[in-house]
């Protein structure tokens, strides 16, 4: 078209690098509104306009670092910039889930909008609704503590439940060990010893009964003494 052939023709015409940019930018042609911009930003390092819409370029584009580290560095060059406050607490908001720093950077617009800052404008918006967020977000953080506190104390007690029945079967190890060594010990004792004096072997004669003489033979029976014999 005719701002493309103003390019080529003196690459210098930034204007025209600009409407091409912009161009680029309403069709969501990032990649391209980007190209633009870098090459202005080469001619003109300095040019802060082109470097905030390299931000958003960079954004479309969904290269998210790159775009904040933008529009921070626009900040230290301008710190009473207002518009890169603004990109930034959006970026952060809606694509980096930094909640707290979104709400910094819009209240820090607010700020330095004061009084001219249209009441419509979606920072008064954003700055609700990331209320909303950083309260969801502390409340997912309770709930999440929460539940590793539960799962930790359902570990300790599974723990010390494990620990009980390890006890326990040790101990039952421990008896079971015990009485098979008493069996063990019982089987092996040796017969109880003879009586003193007596073969070993042989039972005791009952006390008071007269062992049988060799031979067989029954012992002779006293002699009864005579009637009237002295």
Same mark, same amino acid.
Request: net charge negative; hydrophobic share 35%.
């Given at each position: 078209g005719?701002?493309?052939?103003a390019?080529e !023709? ?10 091409l $940019? @912009?161009a680029?930018? +309403? ?9 633009q911009?870098e090459?202005?930003?080469?001619r003109? @390092?300095?040019n802060v ?9 960079y *954004?479309?584009?969904?290269?998210f670092a ?5 529009? !921070? ?6 710190p009473d910039?207002a518009?890169?406050?603004?990109a !930034? ?5 809606r694509?980096?889930?930094?909640y707290?720093? $979104?709400k910094?950077? !819009? ?6 909008k004061?009084?001219?800052?249209? +009441? ?5 918006a954003?700055l609700s ?7 969801? =977000? ?6 999440l =503590?929460?539940?590793?506190k539960?799962?930790e104390e *359902?570990a ?6 494990e620990?009980r ?9 421990? =008896? ?6 008493? &069996? ?5 004792q040796?017969?109880? @010893?003879p009586a003193e004096?007596?073969?070993?072997? *042989? /039972?005791?004669? /009952? ?9 067989? =033979?029954?012992?002779a &029976?006293p &002699?009864?003494?005579?009637?009237? &014999?002295?």
């Amino acid at each position: 078209g005719t701002f493309q052939r103003a390019v080529e !023709l003196d690459g210098s015409q930034l204007k025209a690098r600009f409407q091409l $940019a @912009a161009a680029a930018m +309403a069709s969501r042609d990032f990649a391209g509104a980007a190209e633009q911009y870098e090459e202005i930003i080469r001619r003109d @390092a300095n040019n802060v306009a082109a470097q905030y819409n390299l931000g958003l370029a960079y *954004q479309g584009q969904g290269r998210f670092a790159q775009a904040r580290d933008i529009w !921070l560095n626009i900040l230290k060059q301008q710190p009473d910039a207002a518009e890169p406050h603004y990109a !930034l607490g959006d970026l952060y908001m809606r694509h980096m889930n930094q909640y707290a720093d $979104a709400k910094t950077e !819009l209240k820090a617009f607010v700020k330095a909008k004061g009084s001219s800052l249209n +009441a419509r404008h979606p920072a008064q918006a954003m700055l609700s609704q990331v209320d909303q967020l950083i309260k969801q =977000e502390e409340e997912n953080k309770r709930q999440l =503590e929460q539940l590793k506190k539960q799962e930790e104390e *359902q570990a300790k007690q599974l723990a010390e439940e494990e620990a009980r029945l390890k006890v326990e079967e040790e101990k039952q190890k421990a =008896e079971e060990a015990r009485k098979a060594a008493e &069996a063990e010990k019982a089987g092996q004792q040796p017969p109880p @010893a003879p009586a003193e004096g007596q073969p070993a072997g *042989q /039972p005791g004669a /009952p006390a008071g009964e007269a062992k049988p003489a060799p031979g067989g =033979e029954e012992p002779a &029976a006293p &002699a009864t003494p005579a009637p009237g &014999a002295s």
